[in-house]
């Protein structure tokens, strides 16, 4: 099984999807990282999901996550995600993770 650092070294530059403990979900490009896992992301953006209307994208631009603050990294498929309509998309908010 591959480390965390390794795995992240295979992301820099790339653009990833992260889910926060308290249920963000941040997208951007990941720049770089740490060894406490903190990340940085450049041209990042909060999705913020609804039942009742389409996705909302709050620009965060250049974005520090710690990682005592990270559940969830995953790659995004730019090429899937620029068809996605955003604005068609519900879905309930996530729920804080429970440690």
């Known amino acids: 099984m591959a480390s965390v650092g390794a795995t992240l070294e295979s992301l ?3 653009v990833i999807s992260v889910i ?4 963000r979900n ?3 490009t990941l720049r770089g990282f740490d060894q406490a896992t903190n990340l940085i992301l450049d041209e990042s953006h909060e999705r913020v ?3 009742k209307e ?3 994208q709050l620009v965060l631009g250049l974005y520090i996550i710690r990682g005592d ?3 969830v990294v995953g790659e995004v498929d ?3 995600d620029a068809a ?3 604005s068609k998309l519900r879905a309930q908010p996530l729920k804080p993770v429970i440690h």
Request: proline content about 0%; glycine content about 12%; aromatic content about 4%.
């Open 12 to 14: 820099v530059d790339q």
């Open 20 to 23: 926060t403990n308290d249920g």
């Open 26 to 28: 941040i997208v951007g």
């Open 49 to 51: 999901y609804s039942t």
């Open 54 to 56: 389409g996705v909302q």
């Open 69 to 71: 603050n990270i559940s």
């Open 78 to 80: 730019e090429e899937l």
């Open 84 to 86: 996605l309509d955003m």
